[in-house]
């Protein structure tokens, strides 16, 4: 495979920026048009254009688990979300938010529907990597 | 309790969640498998005596009112084909086990038969059409994998039409849905069953539910749209194999039961004709594609579809008696034919080939597992003291 330099350049540059814009879609959902589907398409965007820059051994030490992992972890959260108003004597998927005060930033809201949407994502993003992954090898 | 219901889809869920998490922080995924499958089943069975005790079983998801939310519906007939899904799911874990080879366990088998037992629960407590759509995609999605894994050149071929066949499904279902939900405003199938009687039964009316029956038949693989099914159904590893014999046209049939009952009779649009020279035909060509063929997976995968269209006949009949015999008999087909195919396996193993002309003189040798195979075929074939029976004599 022919990895030109210039993919490579491009690659290693816009890596950072790609996930940074997935993770800005990502945070936009909910309210406006985004969310964890499409921050999670993103994402695997960025993570593509690593593995055509330098190939499948550097793309899965990009990844903090095997993508098959990232599934798993992502229905764990997920399911959890789900299950924490269950937790609370509320009904189960039943969604709760909470006010966060961090020093230094405005006051924000955190809810169980971002965890939910948090999961939808490492499950795309480890799907679509072991798409292109096994395609890649083969 | 009131989340009872919630057991049997969290419980699969979170065994294939579990069992795709990185491998220093999971347990043996073998055992997970198998604990987890009984716990359904042990779930499946309390939620039962709930039922029988305390009457239909309703969860609203995220405390919506009932006809805007998702609801979840249970009553005894969920809740039995809760059951005999969890005992198909736990017995074919078992099987798996020394079945299987490892290749196929590391590439996701077990959290994929998860899936299958995750989606094929949700169909069954699913109160309303659109909940009911994703479910299917659930269990397609799932299937098709499991379908493919191992990535034989047989195996590809037949994911590839198994795939297409039910996406056409999903297309008319999907459409279905849209236009049903355009004439009545909503989708909650106890609201469709109050609804419905009161509209004048029309064209467009007829049409929608035209395409609502269409989905349904090929899921359960009748004729016109049984192809799928021989197709697909011998090429995957004969557990897997066994797991769809077992589930996946049965969801069609519990489904269309459902759909009569609910929809279909408060709608005054009948399709009763339809459905039963569709069951009779169904009958007819599954038993003679299974008489034409030599390899055991074929014939019996064939023979399922024959069995299919018995208990559309039931359905289509519209009796009480004749409903009953459709329920009786689904559950009677799904431990045979998944005890059937689960001895096609040990046979082929001893044997060397799933294929009849080479496996002469089994029996002298393995008596035992002949004998196995005999009652099994003969409560199919409806010989007295066997449950079959019961079916065959109405």
Redesign the interface.
């Known amino acids: 495979m022919n990895n030109g330099k210039l993919l490579a350049l491009t690659a290693k540059y816009f890596l950072p920026l790609l996930l940074f814009f997935s993770l800005v879609v990502f945070f936009r959902g909910h309210d406006q048009p985004g969310g964890g589907f499409i921050g999670g398409l993103i994402g695997a965007v960025a993570c593509t254009l690593f593995l055509f820059g330098y190939g499948s051994d550097k793309a899965k030490s990009l990844l903090p688990?095997?993508p098959?992992?990232l599934?798993?972890?992502g229905?764990?959260l997920s399911?959890g979300s789900a299950?924490w108003?269950?937790y609370h004597n509320?009904?189960?998927?039943?969604?709760f938010w909470y006010e966060v005060a961090l020093p230094g930033l405005e006051p924000f809201s955190v809810g169980t529907p971002q965890f939910f949407d948090l999961g939808v994502y490492l499950v795309v993003l480890g799907s679509l990597m072991i798409i292109l992954l096994s395609m890649w090898e083969e | 309790m009131k989340e009872g219901i919630l057991f049997p889809l969290i419980l699969p869920l979170l065994m294939a969640t579990l069992s795709l998490l990185p491998r220093r922080w999971r347990f043996d995924r073998e055992l997970m498998a198998l604990l987890g499958n009984l716990a359904h089943l042990v779930f499946s069975l309390l939620l039962f005596f709930q039922i029988r005790a305390h009457g239909v079983q309703t969860l609203q998801i995220g405390a919506w009112p009932a006809p805007f939310g998702i609801t979840l519906v249970a009553d005894l007939l969920s809740a039995s084909m809760l059951i005999i899904t969890g005992l198909v799911g736990f017995l074919i874990t078992l099987y798996s086990l020394g079945s299987l080879d490892s290749l196929r366990q590391s590439f996701g088998y077990f959290p994929l038969l998860h899936v299958v037992v995750f989606g094929c629960s949700g169909v069954f407590v699913a109160g309303d059409l659109f909940n009911l759509f994703v479910w299917f995609e659930v269990i397609l999605i799932a299937s098709f994998v499991l379908l493919t894994l191992g990535g034989e050149r047989e195996q590809i071929i037949a994911g590839v039409k198994y795939v297409t066949l039910n996406g056409v499904a999903s297309t008319f279902f999907l459409t279905g849905i849209g236009l049903l939900y355009l004439q009545m405003g909503t989708l909650n199938l106890a609201d469709l069953f109050g609804k419905l009687a009161q509209v004048p039964a029309g064209g467009v009316l007829s049409l929608t539910l035209l395409f609502l029956l269409i989905t349904f038949l090929i899921k359960a693989g009748s004729f016109p749209f049984f192809f799928w099914l021989p197709a697909s159904y011998p090429t995957p590893p004969i557990a897997v194999s066994a797991l769809f014999a077992a589930l996946l046209t049965k969801v069609g049939v519990y489904v269309l039961l459902r759909f009569f009952s609910l929809v279909l009779l408060p709608s005054g649009v009948v399709f009763s004709g339809l459905l039963s020279w569709a069951a009779g035909l169904t009958m007819v060509l599954g038993v003679l594609g299974a008489w034409s063929q030599m390899d055991i997976r074929r014939i019996l995968s064939f023979h399922i579809i024959s069995q299919i269209g018995y208990m559309l006949m039931g359905i289509s009949f519209l009796s009480p008696l004749a409903l009953s015999g459709a329920i009786y008999f689904m559950f009677h087909n799904i431990t045979a034919k998944t005890n059937l195919f689960l001895l096609g396996g040990v046979i082929a193993l001893l044997g060397g080939s799933y294929r009849l002309e080479q496996l002469g003189g089994l029996f002298r040798s393995f008596g035992l597992l002949g004998t196995l195979f005999l009652f099994a075929a003969l409560s199919l074939a409806g010989i007295p003291p066997l449950a079959g029976f019961l079916v065959s004599s109405p």
């Open positions: 688990f095997d098959r992992s599934i798993g972890l229905l764990l399911l299950l108003g269950s509320q009904g189960f998927f039943k969604s």
